[in-house]
Nanobody
Framework: QLQLVESGGGAVQDGGSLRLSCTVS????????LAWFRQVPGKEREGVAS???????AYTDSVKDRFTISRDIAKNILTLEMNSLKPGDTAIYYC???????????????????????WGQGTQVTVSS
């Protein structure tokens, strides 16, 4: 089993930046993919960005060119750098882990909620206008 703990959420103004971190602990017998999801009350949990064990990344269109996902495999830390934040980015952000994705998976498939097994508790990000 894997345990995921997010940190780094907070409140910023429109155009600001935040960095989220996810510390991964525990044991998983195979290589795994890590990802960030976000959820607004009353809406589906949305995949934001993913980082497979082979270095393949995926982003949802709304965050491309603004968010950067990175992964330190040695330290078991996943990071999400968020720049040019907008009020529409306000959500609870979750770290997630699941089996490595097949190489033919497109971004949409890599960010599908059902592909992920382990979840963190979430961290709140609030962007005010």
């Amino acid at each position: 089993q894997l345990q995921l703990v997010e940190s780094g959420g907070g409140a910023v103004q429109d155009g600001g930046s935040l960095r989220l971190s996810c510390t991964v602990s525990g044991y998983y017998r195979n290589k795994y993919c890590l990802a960030w999801f976000r959820q607004v009350p009353g809406k589906e949990r949305e995949g934001v960005a993913s980082f497979d064990d082979d270095g393949t990344t995926a982003y949802t269109d709304s965050v491309k060119d603004r968010f950067t996902i990175s992964r330190d495999i040695a330290k078991n830390i996943l990071t999400l750098e968020m720049n040019s934040l907008k009020p529409g980015d306000t959500a609870i952000y979750y770290c997630a882990a699941g089996p490595n994705m097949p190489p033919y998976y497109n971004s949409s498939a890599r960010l599908a909620r059902d592909e992920y097994v382990y979840w963190g508790q979430g961290t709140q990000v609030t962007v005010s206008s």
